[in-house]
């Protein structure tokens, strides 16, 4: 009776355009989906660090490095602000992020792939931080929980500032030859990658909480399309090839190849002959896109044994005295 109470008095404050403030005003239906959401933000911030700094590593110049710092420092600064609203939510915030098993983080699955060169990075910042941009910045538009909207105010500046990042690092790399190259060679696995960032279509969805709670504004399906909507000009503006194209008659970006693909992420490349593959259900040959998300990929123990490790390393001095 209580729950039902509660979700009435949910119902009511959202059709009344109101925003939801603490965990006191939130129906346990409310409380999960939020703290969902956010554990999605949170991760995906969190996770960006160390996958970013293994490719900054291969900065060509000092101020390229330290700018590259810089994105790294608002991503963690971005993951803090979502963990502590979870805090709020009576998550216990160090055990959440320190004692987690690797495989249960939820994050796109294009940050288990490693960025080795400056030129991936640039990419990354682009596309995968133009991904995040679209994504929170449908949230800050579209949110009922009052304390993200607020923090989002910066968190969308921080990550305006990283694609733009990104696309200046880009335009410098296609100016010669070798450059576009480079840029081309990680468009090719990186931009399907990133299609896939925004989830299951929306046909294949069994939930719409986000939508009817109004975590979010956009359906999966439209977030990919507003995404393409600016990464396909970028990639054509600079002479670069991408599988995807605006189509006047449907009057929406079309995908030029099978959606969704298989991935051979040791080779970092699409096996796009082989045909479409299930999303949800492995086909004959055992696969399918949220199987490989689930098993999540190769830098996934890597990059979380590093964000855990000198966490541990504290605790266990601590206990020694």
């Known amino acids: 009776m209580l729950n039902l109470k509660k979700e009435t008095f949910v119902e009511d404050r959202l059709s009344d355009g109101k925003y939801i403030e603490d965990l006191s005003m939130m129906s346990p239906k409310y409380l999960d989906g939020i703290k969902k959401i956010l554990t999605v933000s949170a991760d995906t911030e969190l996770m960006s660090a160390p996958a970013y700094y293994l490719a900054a590593k291969d900065a060509p110049t000092t101020n390229a490095f330290i700018s590259a710092m810089g994105i790294i420092q608002d991503e963690l600064g971005h993951a803090h602000i979502a963990y502590r609203l979870m805090e709020d939510l009576g998550v216990d915030k160090e055990e959440f992020i320190y004692d987690r098993d690797p495989k249960s983080f939820r994050y796109p699955y294009a940050f288990d792939v490693p960025l080795l060169t400056w030129t991936e990075l640039a990419v990354a910042n682009a596309f995968y931080d133009r991904a995040g941009f679209v994504l929170l910045d449908d949230v800050f538009d579209n949110t009922t929980f009052g304390p993200w909207k607020r923090a989002l105010v910066k968190v969308g500046k921080e990550e305006g500032f990283h694609l733009r990042h990104g696309e200046t690092w880009m335009k410098k790399l296609s100016k010669d030859v070798d450059g576009r190259k480079s840029l081309q060679k990680a468009l090719d696995w990186m931009f399907p990658l990133t299609v896939e960032w925004f989830g299951l279509p929306d046909s294949l969805k069994t939930q719409n909480i986000q939508l009817e709670y109004g975590f979010k504004g956009q359906s999966n399906d439209q977030l990919r399309q507003t995404w393409m909507s600016t990464a396909v000009p970028l990639a054509e503006s600079l002479g670069l090839k991408v ?38 259900e492995p086909n004959a040959d055992g696969y399918s896109v949220m199987k490989r998300w689930r098993n999540r990929g190769e830098m996934n123990d890597e990059f979380v044994t590093i964000l855990q490790k000198g966490h541990k390393q504290v605790c266990q001095m601590l206990e020694r005295e």
């Open 243 to 280: 599988p995807a194209h605006y189509c006047e008659n449907e009057k929406k970006y079309v995908l030029e190849f099978p959606f969704p693909s298989k991935f051979d992420a040791s080779e970092k490349k699409w096996l796009f002959e082989e045909g479409e593959i299930p999303w949800i």
